[in-house]
Each structure stands twice: as structure tokens, then as C-alpha cells.
């Protein structure tokens, strides 16, 4: 049996099973709320240089479809769970987590009190953290624990790099607009979203310029979402500077804070963030409540807006954080959650109908 020990920057040491890779990984511990959607979540860019941890209790009863998965491998560091079932019952399942984990060499833990740990991380918010899953030798916790506090934080670490497109990809949807996609960490679901909207997508390594970008003759500009924290992707923020105006700009997530920092807006860090499955999102025009998937941790301020030219569209009800933004002028338009995903409701994918909307209205002024 796989041992495995998770300790944290303040200290904390917690003992477990170990499961999928052994070895060791450190990352910044988060929490997802979700029932259901691990598979997801472990492949989403999004979660890349950090450690995963779900609340609920029981993980991997349905095993892993390929298919379900949002990029080509794992991408999360490792994960922390109560429990893991090891034999899934779901015809669709190909495997189970465990062994899913071990062909991606990330490391996890069992055995976690995971509800006492989320209130920590919600009291104290998100921490450095290690797992280490051995098989003879116990680790040295003291060692661990100063190996962690010295690892960099998310907000020293480039990891966009990591997840990006390094060139030009092509992905042809039919009769549709031209669209190209500034990748910071795409989801495949996002990609499906275009697609099925017959749009052709041309995939840029985050680190464009806005020239190379427009020699692609986009209809429009998407800034994908993506890890880490926004204000370090001087590259990525001067090209949606130079691009607003110039062509529609839409941005998901990272890109949603990637566009307000171009127009003059500021970042910060949450405590904790937001990452679950029914997030609600207040619509300030009408007033309509959509359940929403989340992925971050970091957001706009929502008092830097001012003088920007973006306006407020939407708002989280939970902690009253700037959920959307569009400019008062331009052809730009942004959502903090994620509008591709299915938690079960479907209530955002009209972000793609209205891109859709805005493009084409573009391409009549622009003919």
C-alpha cells in the first residue's frame, strides 16, 4: 500500500493513503465544491501549479472518460480527496483515478478530513503545499514543511507557459467567422462551443503580438482563461491593449482580467476564490440569475473600473465581485465563470449566441 503525507506553509502536517503517482508535488492548495466533474477539473489548465482538493466526500465512483477530459493530460499538481473509489461502476468509464493519475505521473492523497481542511482554507485562505507519496521511507515532515513555505507562490510563478499552445493551431468549423483565440490555457469545451457554431478558430501562443495576431484576419479576438495571476502577462495585456478597438475582443476568465488590466483596471488575489459548479451571477441589466462553473482566484476591482470605459454586467451575489464587464464604446465584452461549461444547467452558453451576434452585426458596418 502507497503511503502519503500533505503538509501545508503553516505547519500542518496530515498523513494518508497515497494513489496515482508516487513521487512528490507542490502547488497552491485550493478547493473545488463540485459533486461531480473531477475529471474535468484535473485536466483544466486552469488548475495548473496548484494542488486540487474536491469537498465531496466520495471521488472517482463513475472512473474516467477520455473524453470528458478539457486538455491532453492532467494538469492540476496533485489532488487531495476523502475517499477514492477504486472500482467505478459506468459504462462509459475507461479506467479508474487512480490509475488515470498514475499514466499522468501527479501524485494524491486519501484519507483527508477535506471539509476540515476547506475551513481552514476559507479562515486562513489559499496555502503553499506539498504531497509526497512514498512507498518504503517515511519523508522528513520537517524538511517538507520548509520545502513548502520556501516554494514560490502562484503569483512568482509563470505557468501560463506551461499551458499554452507554443504555435499557430488551426481548428476549421465550417461557414462560420474567423475567430482567433489567444491561448493562455484553453478548454477543449471551449473550442466545442465555436465549433458547433460553425466558427473556424486559429489557437496563438498567449505571448502574441498584436500583429502577428491580426495578420490571421480574425473577425474577432478571444482571450481564453488560464492559471496563475493575471498581472504578471505583460505580453498578453500590451496585445489586448493594442487589439481594443481594432477588432471585437471577447476574454473568459483569465482573459476577462487580462482585457481590464489592458484598459487600465486592476487585479487582485481572492482569499480563497471561487471554484465549484453552481456559482450564481447576477445580470445587472435584467436582473435574471444564471448557475454558473468557476475557476479562479483572482478577480477585477470592481472600484479601478472607473475611467476605463468598462461598465459592470454582471455581478457574483455571493461576495458582490465583478462578474462581466463590456466597454461603454468598443466591441468588447468579458465573463469572469466559465460560459462553455454543463454542470448540469446549460444557462451561460448564450455568451457564444451573443458573440456570434456582435461579430456578425460587425462584419455588416465593416462591409
Known amino acids: 500500500m502507497k503511503k502519503a503525507i500533505l503538509v501545508l506553509e503553516d505547519g500542518t502536517v496530515i498523513y494518508g493513503k497515497g494513489f496515482g503517482a508516487v513521487g ?26 496548484q494542488i486540487l482538493m474536491s469537498t465531496y466526500p466520495l471521488v472517482g465512483n463513475y472512473g474516467v472518460c477520455i473524453e470528458d477530459c478539457e486538455s491532453d493530460s492532467v494538469k492540476a499538481s496533485g489532488f487531495v480527496v476523502k475517499e ?64 513548502t513555505i520556501s516554494q514560490p507562490s502562484i503569483s512568482e510563478r509563470e505557468v501560463v507557459d506551461r499551458v499554452s499552445t507554443s504555435n499557430l493551431k488551426r481548428f476549421n468549423g465550417g461557414f462560420g467567422p474567423e475567430i482567433t483565440v489567444i491561448d493562455c490555457g484553453i478548454k477543449n469545451s471551449i473550442i466545442g462551443q465555436l465549433k458547433e457554431r460553425n466558427v ?18 480574425p473577425d474577432a479576438v478571444l482571450i481564453s482563461n488560464g492559471p496563475g495571476d493575471p498581472s504578471i502577462l505583460d505580453q498578453t495585456i500590451s496585445t489586448a491593449r493594442e487589439l481594443a478597438g481594432k477588432v471585437p475582443l471577447f476574454g473568459i476568465c483569465l482573459g ?3 482585457i481590464s488590466l489592458a484598459l487600465g483596471a486592476k487585479t487582485y488575489k481572492l482569499k480563497f476564490g471561487h471554484r465549484g ?17 468557476q475557476n479562479h482566484g483572482f478577480s477585477v476591482d470592481r472600484d479601478s473600473l472607473e475611467g ?10 455571493n461576495d458582490w465581485t465583478v462578474e462581466g464587464v463590456r466597454h461603454k464604446e468598443l ?11 454543463g454542470p448540469g444547467p446549460h444557462d451561460t452558453h448564450n455568451f457564444f449566441d451573443n458573440m456570434m451576434k456582435i461579430i456578425d452585426r460587425n462584419r455588416s458596418v465593416s462591409r
Open 24 to 49: 512528490e508535488t507542490y502547488g497552491e492548495l485550493v478547493f473545488n465544491t463540485a459533486m461531480t466533474g473531477y475529471v474535468e477539473s484535473l485536466t483544466d489548465p486552469s488548475y495548473a501549479g
Open 84 to 147: 477514492v473509489c477504486k472500482t467505478p461502476s459506468n459504462w462509459r468509464s475507461q479506467m479508474n483515478l487512480d490509475t488515470f493519475l498514475k499514466k499522468n505521473c501527479v501524485p494524491g492523497i486519501e484519507g483527508v478530513d477535506t471539509r476540515k481542511l476547506t475551513r481552514k482554507i476559507r479562515e486562513h485562505g489559499t496555502m503553499k503545499s506539498r504531497i509526497v507519496v512514498y512507498e518504503h521511507d517515511e519523508p522528513d515532515s520537517s524538511a517538507l514543511i520548509q520545502k
Open 200 to 217: 473556424n478558430v486559429s489557437l496563438v501562443p498567449y505571448d502574441s503580438t498584436s500583429c502577428e495576431i491580426l495578420k490571421t484576419e
Open 256 to 258: 476577462h482580467q487580462i
Open 277 to 293: 459548479s453552481n456559482h450564481p451571477v447576477i445580470d445587472c441589466e435584467t436582473g435574471r440569475v444564471f448557475i454558473t462553473s
Open 308 to 317: 476605463t470605459g468598462l461598465e459592470i454586467t454582471m455581478l457574483n451575489p
Open 331 to 341: 466591441n468588447i465584452y468579458s465573463v469572469q465563470f466559465h460560459p462553455e461549461a
